[in-house]
């Protein structure tokens, strides 16, 4: 209740309190308006109390191009590892395992060794089993095969003994293409305990004898020939890997030597 003084200026009604506290969510009495606002009071310009704002989830989907690229490197990885893996145990086999898992190849030396025996040199033309020869008896000369390319055939007999010592011969047809007697000789030449030479009546355009082995090819893209030449190169000497095979024959021609140089009969 508010009590005017009558005959003084006007004043600012007192309040007096009535012992009463403001309702629940309403401001005091005589607060300004803003001088603070509980929850849930209405918003200046007369708006309705602020909603909640729900937050906005963002779908991010998987990132796959990185993910693949990961997997990709992974299994490349694991690839060249286990062919690591693989390439250093196949070249902890002793050389004969290696060469007798060569597709295609004739093991003379567990097939028919007695072709391969022979008891001292023999001088003249000689026969064998198998053609090209692949071992057994043959002259006292050996061909040079120090990565010796010859173009035109070689005697049997010289070759033969080549191969005792190491050698790994190769033959082809002398009707074999041209760019296929290239990359053959790029295998040989200048190659010790190699050579290489034509050889008439072939049954496949090129053949590979080392002693005791044979394979048989037709084409000199076949990668089997570089295993060939890498597991029977000197592995296969009869002779061990200490016989020469420089100072041997140079010249061409079937016929053995000793009978080359014999003069002509009248």
Not at 3 to 21: N, Y
Not at 102 to 128: A, C, F, Q, V
Not at 172 to 178: A, G, I, Q, V
Not at 232 to 240: D, F, I, P, T
């Amino acid at each position: 209740m508010s009590i005017s003084t009558p005959g003084g200026p006007e004043r600012r009604p007192t309040v007096v309190s009535t012992g009463k506290k403001p309702a629940a969510g309403r401001p005091a009495s005589g607060a300004k308006a803003g001088s603070g606002k509980p929850a849930g009071s209405p918003r200046a310009g007369g708006k309705g109390p602020r909603k909640p704002v729900t937050p906005v989830k963002v779908s991010q989907g998987r990132a796959w191009g990185p993910i693949a690229l990961f997997v990709a490197v992974g299994v490349l990885a694991a690839g060249i590892i286990g062919y690591g893996a693989w390439a250093s145990f196949q070249g902890a086999k002793p050389w004969d395992k290696r060469a007798n898992a060569i597709d295609g190849i004739s093991n003379i030396r567990k097939s028919d060794p007695e072709s391969l025996k022979y008891e001292s040199h023999k001088s003249g033309p000689l026969t064998w089993n198998y053609s090209p020869p692949v071992g057994g008896v043959h002259n006292a000369a050996w061909q040079n095969c120090m990565g010796d390319v010859y173009d035109a055939p070689i005697a049997n007999e010289h070759a033969v003994h080549s191969l005792e010592h190491g050698a790994v011969w190769i033959t082809y047809r002398p009707d074999l293409p041209k760019d296929q007697v290239d990359k053959l000789a790029g295998k040989v030449r200048g190659v010790e305990k190699m050579l290489m030479s034509p050889y008439e009546g072939l049954d496949k355009p090129i053949s590979l004898q080392a002693w005791g082995y044979q394979l048989k090819l037709d084409n000199a893209d076949d990668s089997r020939i570089d295993e060939f030449i890498k597991d029977l190169r000197v592995n296969a000497s009869a002779e061990g890997p200490t016989a020469l095979c420089n100072t041997g024959i140079t010249a061409t021609g079937t016929t053995p030597r000793e009978l080359q140089q014999q003069p002509p009969t009248q």
